[in-house]
């Protein structure tokens, strides 16, 4: 378990950070959570679907074929995708609550990016927090905020029975292997709702979702493809800089196929 501790003046005042250059700390990661802003750009870079926490639908970037294992991970740590989840931007930091229940910065002190003496410093000369962990909190406290909005779309999905299992099949030694868990949009069931249920549906800002899961399945071959790179070890190229982007929740965006929407406002044939 981690070593998350919050950033404090009397326990980080000497310490320094340093951006991360590897993901190394994802590589077990075979999902990603994500929120409504990120969908549209996780969608054309990798296969999206969902899970269900506590009974609830969340979405999740799909990272690889079996539980343990991220794909999109090379063995030095560099990040081979052509988008990075919102959940790994923040890292080292994470976002934890007070008693009174405010949002305040933590740490995870048993990281390697945490030094003596080099990287960033936590604080400043004149003892007040720097700047950029300042940014660090907000980009987290803003996906907090998304994570709400999120199920709250969710909710429409489960409430109008648009989603069905979407079982992983996984060729090993011994055979054909089912991974159980996921779940993508039922097309079928889309298709047949009435057209009071389809315009609670689109009001409800859930329409962009299902558009979104429904294109990232076409990423499905490319982690068979990284699966496949990975055991005849073929290189695998380099798609991250490795940069800090806490930018891409600032555009006050929902995701958005306008027209798309307009096309399916009266016949609703989504992906026939």
Known sequence: MSNIHVVAKERHARKRWQRYTSYAHTAAD????L???ELSRACVAMPVGFIKIKGKLAPVAVQ?????????VR???CWLADYIPAAYRSYPFALGTTQAGEPVLCVREDSDMLSDSSGE?????????????KEV???????????????RVCSLLQEHKLVQPWPFKRKTDEGEQIIEGLYRIDKTALQQLSVEAFQQVRLGGALPVIYCQLL????????????????TQEALPLV????LDLEFLNNEGTVSFGLIDQGLKHDREVYS
């Open 30 to 33: 075979a999902l990603a959570h």
């Open 35 to 37: 929120v409504l802003p």
């Open 64 to 72: 690889g074929l079996e539980p343990g294992t991220n794909l999109f």
């Open 75 to 77: 063995d030095d740590g």
């Open 121 to 133: 410093p936590f604080f400043d000369e004149t003892g007040e927090q720097a700047p950029i962990l």
């Open 137 to 151: 909190l907000d980009f987290m406290i803003k996906v907090a905020a998304q994570r709400i909005a999120t199920q």
């Open 216 to 231: 990232s399945m076409q990423h499905l071959p490319k982690l068979h493809q990284l699966a496949r790179a990975r055991t």
């Open 240 to 243: 991250s800089d490795g940069d």
